[in-house]
Structure formats: C-alpha cells, structure tokens
C-alpha cells in the first residue's frame, strides 16, 4: 500500500492538486507581466520623446504653455473686470432714480389739494366781495406756498393751454369745434399735468379743438378761394 501511494506523487514530492495550483499560478503572472509590460509601453515612448527634444526646446514649449495660460486669466480678469463695472454702474443709476423719485406716491395724493386750491380762486370771480376777501387771499397765499414747496422737489405743471395736443402729456376730454385755432390744439386745460423731474406724473385733462362745419356763405368764399 506504500509503495501505491508513492507512485501517485511527482518527482517534485506534489500532489497532483498542488501541481495543478502552481500552473495556474504561473499562467496568471505571465498574464499580468503582459500587462504590466503593455501599460508601461506608452510611458516609455512618451519618456523617449522627451529625451530626443532638446532643453531649448523643452523650455519653450514650457513657457507657450505659461503664455497660454497667462493670456486665459487675464481674459477672465477683463470680462470679471468689465462686469463689475457695468454692475456699480447699473446700481448707482438704480440708487439716483429711486431717490429721485422717492417722493412720487406722497406728491400724486397732494395733487388733488392743489385742484381744489386752484378752484377756489377761481370761483371768487373779480373778489368784489369785500366780506370773503381775506378768506380768498388766505388760500392764494396757501397754494403758493405750496407751490414753491413742489418747486423744490423739482415738480412743476404742464403748459398745455395753446399746444399742440400730444397723447404722451394730455388727455383729451372733449373736442371743440372752432376754426379760430389749428385742428388739434388745446383750447382749455380741465387738469393740470404734472412733471416730476422729468417724468409725467399726472397728464392733463384738455379741451381738444376740431375744425368746425363751413357755414354756407364760408363754403362759397373758400371755393371761390
């Protein structure tokens, strides 16, 4: 039984098994030794390059890619540069358009005391009537002074009554029929407009002409004409 059990070893003292693990073995180092040797291949190439150039032109293509790259951040320095600016500028406008105009909401709802002022001298007439006199020199007094107050916070009315009419600044409430003025002018204000710096704040309500129907005599003249 000795002597079989010897006759089922190698010359080498394995088992089969082992002989088995150890070609295996082998076959995957010879495999991976390949690979290693294959990876390596690009970078010994690569290496070769580089020794073949010279130092000269080694530092050349060195500083081009310094240049390169230097020319690439100063171009990003620029823009970043030219952004910032564009944005200071841009917010301090913003700023001095909201601070002059800060005040428009608080002027529109006093717009309506000035009306109201304005009719009330009106409606005096001539101010024969000595008993309401010093009530009618008190409210002129009141609406100037309201007036040279608007006048510092650079608010100031439309003349209008005369001009050409322009929707951009007034609004047309009527249309009158006269020939005495060009078609399209504005005969009678209704409303002041108002200008806040230069902004129109409020238009003004007008009285609009139109030329008037030729009477009968007219129509000959003016064909005779």
Same mark, same amino acid.
């Given at each position: 039984?000795?002597?079989?059990?010897?006759?089922?070893?190698?010359?080498?003292?394995?088992?089969?098994?082992?002989?088995?693990?150890? =070609? /295996?073995?082998?076959?995957?180092?010879?495999?991976?030794?390949?690979?290693?040797?294959?990876?390596?291949?690009?970078?010994?190439?690569?290496?070769?390059?580089?020794?073949?150039?010279?130092?000269?032109?080694?530092?050349?293509?060195?500083?081009?890619?310094?240049?390169?790259?230097? /020319?690439?951040?100063?171009?990003?320095?620029?823009?970043?540069?030219?952004?910032?600016?564009?944005?200071?500028?841009?917010?301090?406008?913003?700023?001095?358009?909201? %601070?002059?105009?800060?005040?428009?909401?608080?002027?529109?709802?006093?717009?309506?005391?000035?009306?109201?002022?304005?009719?009330?001298?009106?409606?005096?007439?001539?101010?024969?009537?000595?008993?309401?006199?010093?009530?009618?020199?008190?409210?002129?007094?009141?609406?100037?002074?309201?007036? %040279?107050?608007?006048?510092?916070?650079?608010? %100031?009315?439309?003349?209008?009554?005369?001009?050409?009419?322009?929707?951009?600044?007034? =609004?047309?409430?009527?249309?009158?029929?006269?020939?005495?003025?060009?078609?399209?002018?504005?005969?009678?204000?209704? =409303?002041?407009?108002?200008?806040?710096?230069?902004?129109?704040?409020?238009?003004?309500?007008?009285?609009?002409?139109?030329?008037?129907?030729?009477?009968?005599?007219?129509?000959?003249? /003016?064909? /005779?004409?």
């Amino acid at each position: 039984m000795a002597k079989n059990s010897q006759n089922h070893t190698d010359a080498k003292g394995e088992t089969p098994g082992e002989e088995t693990v150890a =070609q /295996a073995s082998e076959a995957v180092e010879e495999v991976t030794g390949e690979e290693t040797a294959v990876d390596e291949a690009p970078a010994e190439e690569a290496e070769a390059e580089e020794v073949a150039k010279s130092p000269e032109e080694l530092m050349e293509e060195k500083v081009k890619e310094a240049e390169a790259k230097a /020319a690439e951040s100063y171009d990003r320095l620029l823009r970043s540069t030219a952004e910032f600016e564009n944005f200071k500028k841009r917010s301090a406008r913003e700023f001095q358009e909201s %601070k002059k105009y800060a005040n428009e909401a608080f002027i529109k709802q006093l717009l309506p005391v000035i009306d109201n002022l304005e009719r009330a001298v009106e409606s005096t007439g001539d101010g024969s009537d000595e008993s309401g006199q010093g009530v009618i020199e008190g409210v002129k007094m009141t609406l100037t002074e309201i007036t %040279k107050v608007f006048e510092k916070f650079h608010l %100031k009315p439309l003349e209008s009554e005369g001009k050409p009419f322009d929707p951009n600044f007034h =609004q047309a409430v009527i249309q009158e029929e006269t020939n005495a003025v060009p078609e399209n002018t504005v005969v009678k204000e209704m =409303q002041k407009g108002y200008l806040l710096h230069d902004r129109l704040i409020r238009p003004a309500m007008v009285v609009v002409s139109k030329a008037a129907a030729l009477s009968a005599g007219e129509n000959e003249k /003016a064909e /005779a004409e």
